[in-house]
């Protein structure tokens, strides 16, 4: 890869130097000056309001004026005639006789605020009275001037100076001061006999509309957004118990589509940004590129080998991250959003920002919670009566008599008849997932600054049972710190945040929701009457085997799982002059995950003389260094705003992963060491992946009227071959604010805030794995050639495929009603994608069997966004705001000249013109045939038939593709504050009747072999054929695993129309009630608040799906829980 390190080398070249540039600019800055150029400007206006006059001086003027609507809304009816004037002159003309007054924050901004009374000194005894001083600064540690300072419940106060500095005379020690500024909340302080109240932080008040939008190398605000992005606050993440940070974002993102695949913690999680943009699965996915702190992040790791241990395959990286830390996060999904991050935003981009330090006096905050946890609902499963009755009709049904107790030729096949308890019942349900599970959360953090330092530091740690049995838990700890810092004149900044992030799993080596839900309800009890797990032999065998593989043998089988996080990030920016400032940051994350599982002789039926021992040890090191330097200008030109940005990114990521497996163990106190083990296996794999980019940005902002915004990047990537190494990838977004033109404002003054915005640009997708076009080659294990281990190649080289083509267009219209009081956003959106990248199969004969290429197939997913805001009601003591979310996703092939589907032909019914996506084929099926019991289906010509063959059946489509509705209420009312989420999906799933779990083998059979203790069915299949003539909805059963015709129809029908129901469901995914202490109460012991809470996940779904869960649909994994959370907040 020569040409990837030669431009690695010139840009790290080129980063050296600018930040050599930025420290000499550093110790060579200069102050700017703070005076307002005092212009001459002509104005005339009749009888309108005074901040429509405003306006329009800050346009003729070039002058940003800032100034609160409500403060100036009762001057409606004002005049001015100004020919040739100075502008301060015409301030003073408009603002004196009205009580307000203006003040100069630098050269090209003032804001408007009212004159404050002079304070009047009060000559009063010393011991009543005292003399308090502070300083008031905003959110970035720079003064806020000409804030009003007062005495609550008097007229008396005072403003700060130019530094944000007060002293008022004769205040009460018992006082209240009212600390209040334009666009500032107002804040009030307790003086409790204080003479320096210290450094007093404002918070700005900013509506939805101005609230930052956060666009990876740049930010701006919803109002001036020329893209898509949706913002998740840390407050919405922060109230749900919850320990992925995704699974806190499912539903509140329209045609964002977040599947977890099972309730376990750190369970894998599905994501999905506006449809698929790849006809490949698997390896090849289209997950949306995940930042935190300016670092990418995994989504999915590869962990234990899935041989030994619960940790499956793969977890969910983002487990690593604490919600409570999270300040907000952003979703990109337009063109004009993701084009900067060139091919790595194709499938969209999600944003993580965590919190970090503010000026102010040092405060502790404390939070304590503690919860419960539990599976929501139970399967309606045979009981001991109706299953031995299914048993015997089984048996009859293959013309044989059913088994008993008599029975000499006991074995795997019936010992459910001859050998367990015909009377016992247990509810297998209840007693593997039937517990609730304890969870404990604390959180610590202390944080504080100086308007030129700021900083945080905290820590968390959880602890997380589980529903099955044992001592099972999830433990998760987290330490972090950021601390950030500017020069006394603002233009050096800088800041460093960390965190260190390590959880814990110790588990049993199986999830028990399978054997919950298929145990036959008579198996025998877990423990014999002397307390030692009970394998129940026949007592007629000479051998004494047991009959089942005991349950709780599998709490032996444990997995400990260790994973830790190390996050970094550092960032220096210097203003080089009033217009050029230089930025550059770098980032580091390490991930590592080791897993042992162990499979002691213990864990096996001591009648078992050939038992043996096994152990797997696996490990992951994934890192990931990523560096950022860029170089910006923001200055005027003519009436508008130009902003420009030219930088560079260098990411270099590596992965290691390696697995040891022993077995042949004949002691468990060796299990832990592989040098002793008879039989060893190892793998290991190494990967390194480099990507290199520059890219520029160029925005014009008009009056903030008319916006343009245009990126462009030229990406290099080591997944491809050389030649093929780069791409080039571009955007253009605009957008016109036609609600600031003067038309509109007077024959549309119900419409406070309209914009229509268009962009169109074209990103890429090299997602294909490293070294990929290369002829990779993997050992075979298990076999060995004169003590050699022989390798077998894993693919077909191919240095000749390039980068996908995905090509974006939105169109949107955002508008604000009554003061923004409502808010909605309509989007449309259109993705195509070319050039897919896929897998193709090659004859067996040839060796390897695939090659990864370039198919001309050409996709489209499409679709409409709606978002909705409404501020019902505000009042001083109740507010109640609702949010709402709506999406629609369509998609087809437009191309597929290579004819087959994927080059596997998996799907003859996918054709140009039609859905690739989103729907399944399912045989047609016209239920059980009266006379022979059968499933019978509609072959190709229209005839009802019991045919197995699945060649010449005839096929229908099925619509899978969801359909999701997120609503979000918040109210509050004087100290309480309630929130919840609801969430309705319409689909179609998978009937849980047809699970695999159900199907591996025939309904009425059963087999105790060790891990295939099936069984058990669900009550509804009883509605099943029993004598010619019934008309039923199931075929009949069988007592054998396997037996022609039923079980090839039986398959048949999983995948027909049978296999399919209505699975929508409206779920109350999060509530969150809470309680904040009187202020009176927090001022007498000292506090900065105290606050108690109820929090809630998952608590109410009605739904008419029948499984576990309509979301996971799936009868052999965990369902999502119901979780219930108490707890305390208090800020020191």
């Not at 346009?59 to 301060?88: C, M």
């Not at 953090?445 to 030129?452: A, L, M, R």
């Not at 260190?500 to 009457?529: C, E, G, H, M």
Request: hydrophobic share 35%; glycine share 8%; net charge positive.
């Amino acid at each position: 890869m020569p040409v990837i390190v030669r431009l690695r080398n010139r840009i790290l070249y080129l980063s050296s130097v600018l930040i050599v540039s930025m420290q000499l600019c550093f110790f060579a800055n200069a102050q700017g000056n703070a005076d307002v150029p005092d212009k001459r400007i002509s104005l005339s206006a009749r009888n309108t309001s005074l901040g429509f006059i405003l306006k329009k001086l800050s346009k003729i003027s070039g002058i940003i004026i800032f100034f609160s609507t409500e403060e100036l809304a009762p001057f409606t009816n004002v005049s001015v005639n100004a020919r040739d004037r100075l502008f301060s002159d015409v301030m003073h003309e408009l603002l004196d006789n009205r009580g307000l007054s203006y003040v100069v924050v630098n050269s090209r901004t003032v804001t408007i605020t009212r004159k404050a009374p002079a304070p009047v000194p009060i000559l009063t005894g010393k011991d009543t009275t005292i003399s308090v001083s502070g300083k008031v600064i905003n959110e970035k540690g720079l003064p806020v001037i000409a804030a009003s300072v007062a005495i609550a419940g008097t007229s008396r106060g005072t403003t700060t100076d130019q530094d944000g500095t007060f002293v008022i005379n004769g205040v009460p020690r018992s006082a209240t001061l009212t600390i209040s500024s334009v666009s500032f909340l107002t804040q009030q302080i307790q003086i409790r006999g204080r003479n320096n109240l210290g450094v007093i932080p404002l918070k700005e008040y900013v509506s939805d509309l101005d609230e930052t939008v956060v666009k990876g190398y740049y930010n701006t605000t919803k109002r001036l957004n020329t893209g898509t992005v949706i913002t998740l606050k840390g407050r919405d993440i922060n109230q749900q118990p919850v320990s992925n940070p995704l699974i806190a974002m499912m539903g509140r993102v329209p045609n964002l589509v977040i599947t977890p695949t099972s309730g376990l913690p750190n369970a894998e999680v599905n994501i999905q940004l506006r449809g698929q943009n790849s006809l490949s699965t698997g390896s090849l996915r289209s997950e949306p590129l995940i930042i935190v702190d300016g670092v990418p992040y995994p989504n999915t790791l590869k962990a234990g080998s899935g041989s030994f241990g619960l940790v499956r395959n793969q977890l969910s990286a983002l487990s690593f991250i604490n919600v409570n830390d999270i300040e907000q996060i952003d979703v990109l999904s337009d063109a004009d959003a993701t084009s900067i991050y060139g091919s790595r935003g194709g499938n969209g981009v999600i944003l993580i920002t965590t919190k970090k330090g503010k000026a102010g006096a040092t405060s502790i905050n404390l939070s304590l919670s503690t919860g419960i946890s539990q599976v929501s609902k139970k399967l309606d499963l045979l009981n001991t009566s109706q299953y031995l009755q299914m048993r015997r009709e089984a048996y009859a049904n293959n013309g044989m008599i059913p088994p008993d107790k008599q029975t000499q030729e006991k074995n795997y096949s019936n010992y459910d008849l001859t050998v367990w308890d015909q009377n016992r019942y247990t509810d297998w349900q209840k007693e593997f997932f039937g517990r609730t599970a304890m969870s404990y959360n604390g959180n610590i953090s202390v944080s504080g600054g100086s308007p030129t330092v700021q900083y945080l530091v905290g820590g968390n740690f959880s602890t997380q049972k589980y529903v099955f049995p044992g001592d099972n838990k999830f433990e998760n700890g987290t330490a972090n710190f950021s601390i950030s810092g500017n020069s006394e004149n603002g233009r050096f900044k800088s800041s460093l945040s960390g965190s260190y992030t390590f959880n814990t799993s110790f588990s049993n080596s199986n999830d028990f929701t399978t054997l919950a839900v298929t145990l036959a309800p008579n198996a025998p009890a877990i423990y014999a009457k002397n307390g030692t797990l009970n394998w129940e032999p026949d007592p007629t065998a000479t051998n004494k085997t047991g009959t089942w593989q005991n349950p709780y043998a599998q709490l032996l089988q444990t997995s400990l799982s260790k994973n830790n996080n190390l996050r970094g990030n550092t960032e220096f920016s210097y203003k080089i002059s009033e217009n050029i400032s230089a930025r550059a940051s770098a980032g580091y994350s390490e991930i590592r995950t080791r897993n042992l599982g162990l499979t002691p002789i213990a864990s096996f039926d001591p009648a078992d003389t050939t038992a043996k021992g096994a152990s797997s040890l696996t490990s992951l090191l994934n890192k990931s260094f990523t560096f950022d330097p860029q170089i910006n200008y923001t200055g005027q030109v003519g009436a508008g705003k130009l902003d420009g940005l030219v930088g560079i990114t260098i990411q270099n990521q590596s992965q290691e992963n390696e697995t040891i497996t022993g077995t042949g163990y004949t002691s468990d106190a060796l299990l832990k060491s592989f040098i002793v083990a008879p039989i060893t296996y190892s793998t290991n794999n190494t990967s390194e992946y480099k990507y290199a980019a520059i890219f520029a940005r160029l925005s014009y902002n008009w009056q903030n009227k008319y916006l343009v915004n245009i990126t462009g990047r030229r990406d290099g990537s080591s997944r491809f071959g050389p030649g093929y190494q780069f791409g080039n990838f571009w955007s253009t977004g605009l957008a016109w604010i036609f609600s600031e033109e003067e038309p509109v404002k007077k024959k549309l003054p119900f419409l406070s805030y309209g914009k229509l915005r268009f962009s169109i640009g074209t990103n890429g997708n090299d997602g294909i794995g490293d070294y990929q076009y290369l002829e990779l080659y993997q050992g075979i294990p298990n076999v060995s050639y004169q003590d050699i281990r022989p390798i077998r190649s894993m693919g077909v080289a191919n240095p000749d495929y390039h980068w996908e083509k995905v090509r974006k267009m939105e169109a949107a219209l955002e508008t604000g009603f009554f003061n923004d009081r409502i808010l909605l956003t309509t989007s449309f959106w259109r993705t195509r994608a070319s050039d897919q990248l896929g897998t193709y199969r090659l004859p067996s004969t040839g060796g390897a069997v695939t090659i990864i290429a370039n198919q001309h197939a050409e996709i489209q997913n499409s679709g409409w966004d709606f978002i909705l805001n409404t501020r019902n009601v505000t009042t001083k003591n109740f507010t109640w705001s609702t949010s709402a979310n709506f999406g629609l996703q369509y998609n087809k092939l437009l191309a597929n000249p290579d004819g087959l589907y994927n080059g596997y032909g998996l799907n003859r019914f996918v054709t140009v013109g039609k859905p690739f996506t989103g729907f399944a084929i399912a045989y047609i099926s016209k239920g059980v045939n009266p006379a022979t019991g059968l499933y019978q289906f509609v072959d190709a010509d229209g005839n009802v038939n019991t045919d197995k063959d699945n060649g010449n059946t005839q096929g229908m489509k099925i619509n899978t593709k969801p359909l999701t509705i997120g609503v979000s209420n918040t109210l509050s009312f004087k100290g309480f504050d309630l929130s919840f989420f609801l969430q309705f999906t319409h689909q179609t799933g998978r009937n849980y009747l047809f699970d695999y779990v159900f199907i591996s083998r025939n309904p009425g059979s059963f087999s105790s072999e060790p891990g295939q203790e099936y069984g058990n069915i669900p009550v509804e299949l009883l509605n099943n054929w029993k004598k010619p003539g019934n008309i039923t909805a199931y075929q009949k059963f069988s007592s054998e695993n396997y037996s022609e015709p039923i079980t090839p129809l039986l398959n048949k029908a999983h995948e027909s129309n049978l296999g399919w129901v209505d699975a929508s469901f409206l779920r109350l995914r999060n509530v969150a009630l809470s309680y904040n202490l009187p202020a009176h109460w927090i001022s007498k012991y000292h506090l900065q608040n105290f606050k108690v809470y109820i929090q809630g996940q998952n608590l109410l779904t009605i739904t008419n799906y029948k499984g576990l869960d309509p979301e996971t649909q799936s009868a052999s994994s965990l369902p999502l829980l119901r979780v219930l959370t108490a707890g305390i907040q208090i800020g020191l």
